[in-house]
């Protein structure tokens, strides 16, 4: 089954892949893939419930820091209960912001990965000059082969993604 789709992700980017350097490849699935996971997040997750979570533990940050402050134990203990609660919402909000989102995103990285494997497995996508730690932290992470002054597609692509859901984030006011 995988392999109908690899062959089908072929016929559609393989003449990207065949006609352009790896670097803008990687950069442009990067941008696609990094901004379709971060829409896909936006549509799913229930942006109000997670500002009004963040706000709600604001206040209580600021509540327990002054009752500490004060050493008064009464206020402590009723927050101490509050805090209860608020971790009961923490936890339905991350399972929320966390399943959904990861059902239909978990699926779509493992075949692309699969398939871009395929054709950038142990190439440097990116050089620098030096070697760079965050580069050999990737390489440790995916037990590459490259030297330390490489990053490969894994890396590259990370850092794009994140960079562009980063940006589209703070575009869209998500929490």
Same mark, same amino acid.
């Given at each position: 089954?995988?392999?109908?789709?690899?062959?089908?992700?072929?016929?559609? =980017?393989?003449? %990207?892949?065949?006609?352009?350097?790896?670097?803008?490849?990687?950069?442009?699935?990067? &941008?696609?893939?990094?901004a379709?996971?971060?829409?896909?997040n936006?549509?799913?997750?229930?942006?109000?419930?997670?500002?009004? %979570?963040?706000?709600?533990?604001?206040?209580?940050?600021?509540? $327990?820091? +002054?009752?500490? +402050?004060? /050493?008064?134990?009464? /206020?402590?203990?009723?927050?101490?209960?509050?805090?209860?609660?608020?971790? /009961?919402?923490?936890?339905?909000?991350?399972?929320d912001?966390?399943?959904?989102?990861? &059902?239909?995103?978990?699926?779509?990285?493992? &075949?692309?990965?699969?398939?871009?494997?395929?054709?950038?497995?142990?190439?440097?996508?990116?050089?620098?000059?030096?070697?760079?730690?965050?580069?050999?932290?990737?390489?440790?992470?995916?037990?590459?082969?490259?030297?330390?002054?490489?990053?490969? $597609?894994?890396?590259?692509?990370?850092l794009?993604?994140? +960079?562009?859901?980063? &940006?589209?984030?703070? =575009?869209?006011?998500? +929490?």
């Amino acid at each position: 089954m995988l392999e109908g789709i690899y062959l089908f992700l072929d016929k559609v =980017f393989g003449p %990207l892949i065949l006609n352009y350097h790896p670097l803008w490849v990687v950069t442009v699935s990067g &941008i696609i893939l990094g901004a379709f996971f971060t829409l896909l997040n936006y549509v799913l997750v229930d942006q109000e419930k997670m500002k009004r %979570l963040q706000k709600l533990s604001q206040e209580f940050q600021k509540e $327990y820091k +002054a009752a500490q +402050a004060a /050493k008064d134990e009464k /206020k402590l203990r009723k927050l101490q209960q509050k805090q209860m609660e608020l971790l /009961k919402l923490q936890n339905e909000v991350m399972k929320d912001s966390m399943l959904k989102p990861m &059902i239909f995103t978990l699926p779509i990285f493992w &075949i692309f990965f699969g398939w871009l494997r395929r054709w950038y497995v142990e190439v440097g996508i990116v050089k620098a000059p030096f070697n760079f730690f965050l580069f050999d932290w990737f390489h440790r992470f995916y037990h590459s082969g490259l030297p330390p002054s490489e990053l490969g $597609y894994i890396g590259w692509y990370v850092l794009t993604s994140m +960079a562009v859901g980063y &940006i589209l984030r703070k =575009f869209l006011d998500m +929490a």
